[in-house]
Nanobody, 126 residues
């Protein structure tokens, strides 16, 4: 069992930056691939960024590539999402998620993730 708690959301203007954090409980944190998803009002939850169990590889949705960076600190059981050059279309509730081995090495689909946080709101104004 893994519990995830997100923090760091807020309101910024276009072009601004935010750093989201996800604190994970449990001693097996390193056995999970981690990801960030987001959901805007009236839209489906979508994959944003993921990082492999060993933190060796990060991968991103095309919409955030070059602007967002995911990282993980295995010793501190945390995952971060550094967001830069934010746009109004980045406004959403952002979720941290954990995928077990059944989710594969590079999970991007919701159903590949077993555990979810409650979300943190990001609002970007023009």
């Amino acid at each position: 069992q893994v519990q995830l708690v997100e923090s760091g959301g807020g309101s910024v203007q276009t072009g601004g930056s935010l750093r989201l954090s996800c604190a994970a409980s449990g001693r097996t944190f390193s056995s999970y691939a981690m990801g960030w998803f987001r959901q805007a009002p009236g839209k489906e939850r979508e994959f944003v960024a993921g990082i492999t169990r060993s933190a060796g590889s990060a991968y991103y949705a095309d919409s955030v590539k070059g602007r967002f960076a995911i990282s993980r600190d295995i010793a501190k059981n945390t995952v971060h999402l550094q967001m830069s050059s934010l746009k109004p279309e980045d406004t959403a509730l952002y979720y941290c998620a954990a995928a077990g081995y059944s989710g594969g090495a590079y999970p991007t689909a919701r159903e590949q993730y077993s555990y979810w946080g409650q979300g943190t709101q990001v609002t970007v104004s023009s």
